[in-house]
């Protein structure tokens, strides 16, 4: 069955390019020759199970992890060179939704979008008022601007979080779990608005997550991580079809038993620092 995902046909350079990317964490490999891309006008969806390395590669893309070695280019700008200018400058052209929300208590709804064009512009206060509620007006949560983190519904705060990731018209959108902690009704409203938000502003999206309704609803390709590593990168049909047994594993939910390696197991217990 097709889906709206597929309803633009990506193109141009890549917005993201990650090439033989190897990250650690603690001194323990997370991440292990990592390469993918992201089109123009394309959600990638990465997924796979815990601890898989899905939130090290989120970090990686945001320039908030070092990696051990390869590199990410966004926008063509390889991010390991860049300054804290060429970063700031890089960071407007971006949008993160935090799978929690992150909005800040203390602020109104309207004051939280609002954020980043007080802290990135010099736009007068009327027309980040006028902006802020454009977006909110997007997300469906027009005439809510008034209202405190606290007083919005799960759903609420994760279209609140994304109209704040929107605000100023980023060419790239980073969303971490959008369906977390959501029921199925509210996630699925959620996943349609994702997808007429990517047609109507043609922007790029990296999404991460476990729900595999959601993936396959919105994903025009799908990249899975197994223990650092990918399985494979592909279409939700080709992901469907795939012969790759750990996949499959993956998408059927199949729990595998994995081997005991002694002997790692053995200095884990005895690999005591002082």
Same mark, same amino acid.
């Given at each position: 069955m097709a889906t709206m995902g597929a309803a633009i046909e990506p193109t141009g350079d890549p917005v993201v390019d990650v090439r033989n990317l190897s990250a650690t964490y603690t001194g323990r490999p997370v991440l292990?020759?990592?390469? @993918? +891309?992201v089109r123009q006008g394309e959600i990638m969806v990465i997924m796979g199970g815990s601890g898989s390395g899905k939130s090290t590669l989120l970090r990686c893309l945001l320039g908030l992890h070092r990696p051990r070695a390869g590199l990410v280019? *966004?926008? $063509? +700008?390889?991010?390991?060179? *860049?300054?804290?200018? #060429?970063? &700031?400058?890089?960071?407007?052209?971006?949008?993160? &939704?935090? +799978?929690?929300? &992150?909005?800040?208590n203390s602020m109104s709804v309207g004051e939280n979008v609002? @954020? =980043?064009?007080?802290?990135?512009?010099? *736009?007068?206060h009327t027309t980040m008022r006028i902006m802020s509620r454009m977006k909110l007006e997007m997300v469906n949560l027009g005439g809510f601007e008034h209202l405190m983190p606290a007083q919005l519904s799960g759903g609420m705060l994760k279209r609140a979080a994304l109209a704040r990731a929107l605000v100023?018209? =980023?060419? @790239?959108?980073?969303?971490?779990? =959008?369906? &977390? $902690?959501l029921d199925t009704v509210v996630a699925a409203d959620l996943d349609e608005l994702i997808l007429r938000i990517r047609n109507a502003m043609q922007?790029? *999206?990296?999404?991460v997550t476990h729900e595999l309704e959601s993936a396959f609803k919105i994903a025009d390709r799908i990249t899975v991580l197994d223990q650092g590593r990918i399985l494979m990168t592909g279409s939700v049909a080709e992901l469907r079809?795939?012969?790759?047994?750990?996949? #499959? +594993?993956? @998408?059927?939910?199949?729990?595998?038993? #994995?081997p005991l390696d002694t002997e790692a197991y053995l200095r884990r217990l005895t690999d005591i620092v002082d």
């Amino acid at each position: 069955m097709a889906t709206m995902g597929a309803a633009i046909e990506p193109t141009g350079d890549p917005v993201v390019d990650v090439r033989n990317l190897s990250a650690t964490y603690t001194g323990r490999p997370v991440l292990e020759d990592v390469s @993918l +891309q992201v089109r123009q006008g394309e959600i990638m969806v990465i997924m796979g199970g815990s601890g898989s390395g899905k939130s090290t590669l989120l970090r990686c893309l945001l320039g908030l992890h070092r990696p051990r070695a390869g590199l990410v280019r *966004l926008f $063509g +700008q390889d991010i390991g060179g *860049l300054g804290t200018r #060429q970063w &700031a400058v890089l960071r407007k052209k971006m949008g993160v &939704a935090f +799978q929690g929300g &992150a909005l800040f208590n203390s602020m109104s709804v309207g004051e939280n979008v609002c @954020l =980043p064009l007080r802290e990135h512009t010099r *736009l007068d206060h009327t027309t980040m008022r006028i902006m802020s509620r454009m977006k909110l007006e997007m997300v469906n949560l027009g005439g809510f601007e008034h209202l405190m983190p606290a007083q919005l519904s799960g759903g609420m705060l994760k279209r609140a979080a994304l109209a704040r990731a929107l605000v100023m018209d =980023p060419g @790239l959108l980073f969303f971490d779990e =959008p369906s &977390a $902690g959501l029921d199925t009704v509210v996630a699925a409203d959620l996943d349609e608005l994702i997808l007429r938000i990517r047609n109507a502003m043609q922007i790029s *999206l990296v999404v991460v997550t476990h729900e595999l309704e959601s993936a396959f609803k919105i994903a025009d390709r799908i990249t899975v991580l197994d223990q650092g590593r990918i399985l494979m990168t592909g279409s939700v049909a080709e992901l469907r079809t795939s012969s790759i047994p750990r996949v #499959q +594993q993956l @998408l059927t939910r199949t729990y595998e038993e #994995q081997p005991l390696d002694t002997e790692a197991y053995l200095r884990r217990l005895t690999d005591i620092v002082d």
